[in-house]
């Protein structure tokens, strides 16, 4: 009788597991189309942001060009027009500029505004 009820447990529990399957595909997912790019776009923003130095053109995320004059740790200054120097937030920057000021290397995904 013993075995009876071993059998039918163990058979449920199995049941349960193919219950749980789709809800850990969901999840296998959501985390290949939403997080692991998610987490790539980060670390790319956070090697550009780090590799600053001084004279590069970058443009924040108010859309202020600019010309990197120093950098700290937390913060750049960016010289924006003649005798005009800002002290920003490193996160502030949103890009590199790369030629002309129409071609900014963004490490960023969205859609064009265009």
């Not at 049941?15 to 850990?24: E, N, S």
């Not at 296998?28 to 670390?43: C, G, M, S």
Request: charged residues 20%.
């Amino acid at each position: 009788m013993n075995a009876i009820a071993l059998l039918q447990s163990t058979a449920g529990g199995a049941a349960a597991i193919v219950q749980f399957l789709p809800i850990i595909a969901i999840g296998l997912v959501f985390y290949f189309l939403v997080i692991a790019p998610a987490n790539k776009q980060r670390r790319k923003t956070q090697e550009m942001i780090g590799a600053l130095k001084k004279g590069d053109r970058v443009v924040t995320t108010g859309g202020i060009y600019g010309t990197v004059q120093g950098v700290e740790p937390d913060v750049v200054y960016l010289k924006i027009a003649d005798n005009v120097k800002v002290k920003l937030a490193r996160t502030a920057v949103s890009g590199v500029v790369t030629g002309d000021e129409s071609a900014v290397s963004v490490p960023r995904s969205g859609g064009n505004l265009e």
